[in-house]
């Protein structure tokens, strides 16, 4: 288990609380355990928010429930439920120490809507800065008769913690243009203010928008399946008034700042003319280049900025305000050693000729282009004004992640709580832990070798500590 003082730093990277970030890790750790479960691993599909946050946006809202449609509905039987996740406990416990007591879950399976199985199941976890009591819970939610349109794929989830499998914890996941329509059926069907917000941000994402006719063919298929058609705009705006209503209590906990939700209300003409073809998603020029800038594009999730440098806790700041189109106030000294704070729109960050990353920005003053080295910016702090892009938003850490879907090795279907990574080395015998001398990482061996390859830190950086301390050995 990670010490209690890198979820802190996390935190505060990201401005959320300590134990939004604890439980986003946890919930990393409960996933892995799933998908390690050979009776699990091919017949529960990774659907909803936190699929969208833990497999194809890194930069997105923090989610605290795992939603799954289930291949085998004789799988929400209560007493199955109990056995697996109490199996899923243990094996998380000797991979982490995390505590995931099997006397604290609950299930409830019911009836839903169309008379069939489904489950609300509640885990109980003890993390680095859980409290004793009452202990904090993750929600499941499960269904066996959900319509699924488009072939699942294997995703590796964002885990970036510095106790993660070396190769990664992959799952069974929706596919992300049926991800995408599902929270648009969602929004016409309840309209809570989370769709609300996942919509917009999803549709404003440029890089990953769906080709138009695919994901209306895919949207149509969902809406049939629960007997409603596909969404038009009045039937959205009879709920603005509930939605404004829980729109504080409901995200401001999940991000870093309260969003104003008039310029996400104000995006849906937009988003619906798309969706009915009356209108073509507009195309924004590129952003010329200035400032000695190359067309570069830098997309890293962790810029190498030297050490003890603020640029990369104000890229995040920077980051969440150009997703949700807000101008961002950023604290700059400039080459002259002069120190300013201007309010910016931010659209991307580009290396330049003499390798430094510049910040390609227009300035809300006066509406002009200007590029701020990121090294010299000493902190940043969104605000509630929203602009409308005049140039492409590139800040996302590399864009959305896609992968396609492989074909999973029988050898991961291990019985009884027993490990991928074990499944990938030799199943017999004692396995050795060492901890990286230099940032911490844990690894794995069958022999007692401590040397170490050179690898990524919790950080993302490249760490070429050669030699690990013991710490265990796991039978």
């Not at 964002?158 to 929004?187: M, Q, T």
């Not at 629960?226 to 705009?233: E, N, S």
């Not at 002259?336 to 991307?348: C, F, N, V």
């Not at 602009?387 to 999973?408: A, C, D, K, M, N």
Request: net charge neutral; proline share 7%; aromatic share 10%.
């Amino acid at each position: 288990m990670i010490d209690r003082r890198e979820i802190l730093d996390l935190a505060v990277q990201t401005s959320l609380t300590p134990h939004v970030i604890e439980k986003d890790y946890v919930l990393g750790w409960i996933l892995a355990g799933i998908y390690a479960h050979e009776e699990l691993a091919e017949k529960w599909i990774f659907k909803g928010g936190t699929c969208l946050k833990k497999c194809f946006f890194e930069t997105y809202r923090f989610s605290e429930d795992l939603d799954f449609t289930l291949r085998d509905e004789a799988q929400l039987d209560e007493a199955f439920l109990k056995r697996v996740f109490s199996e899923i406990g243990t094996w998380i416990y000797e991979e982490t120490g995390i505590e995931v007591p099997a006397a604290q879950q609950e299930f409830d399976i019911y009836r839903n809507p169309r008379g069939n199985l489904s489950c609300q199941g509640k885990i109980s976890y003890k993390g680095p800065v859980s409290p004793t009591r009452p202990l904090p819970r993750i929600k499941l939610d499960l269904t066996a008769d959900e319509y699924v349109a488009l072939p699942p794929e294997t995703v590796e989830i964002f885990h970036p913690y510095s106790d993660a499998p070396e190769e990664g914890i992959e799952v069974l996941a929706y596919d992300y243009v049926e991800a995408f329509a599902e929270k648009f059926r969602a929004l016409a069907e309840r309209t809570r203010p989370r769709d609300l917000y996942d919509v917009v941000n999803l549709y404003r994402n440029s890089d990953a928008r769906p080709e138009r006719v695919q994901f209306v063919d895919v949207l149509r298929q969902k809406c049939a399946f629960k007997g409603i058609q596909l969404p038009q705009l009045v039937d959205i705006e009879q709920h603005r008034g509930d939605v404004e209503a829980g729109w504080t209590g409901m995200l401001n906990h999940q991000l870093p700042a309260l969003l104003p939700i008039a310029s996400f209300w104000n995006a849906l003409p937009e988003i619906f003319q798309w969706l009915h073809s009356e209108v073509v998603a507009p195309v924004l020029p590129a952003m010329p280049l200035m400032g000695g800038a190359t067309a570069e594009i830098v997309r890293d999730r962790i810029i190498g900025l030297p050490t003890g440098l603020p640029g990369q806790t104000a890229i995040e700041v920077i980051r969440f305000a150009a997703a949700n189109r807000l101008l961002v106030n950023i604290d700059y000294r400039d080459k002259d050693g002069k120190r300013s704070t201007r309010a910016i729109e931010a659209y991307s960050l580009r290396r330049s000729r003499e390798g430094a990353i510049l910040l390609m920005a227009v300035r809300a003053e006066d509406g002009k282009s200007r590029t701020y080295r990121l090294d010299s910016i000493l902190g940043a702090s969104p605000t509630q004004t929203t602009f409308s892009p005049r140039y492409p938003i590139e800040l996302t850490p590399t864009g959305v992640q896609s992968i396609p879907p492989t074909s999973r090795s029988t050898e991961i279907s291990m019985p009884r709580a027993s490990t991928r990574r074990q499944s990938r080395t030799s199943s017999s015998g004692p396995t050795y832990v060492f901890r990286c001398t230099v940032c911490g990482k844990l690894f794995e061996r069958k022999t007692h070798d401590s040397t170490l390859r050179p690898h990524k830190n919790r950080a993302g950086y490249q760490c070429y500590g050669s030699y690990g301390a013991y710490i265990r050995t796991k039978y």
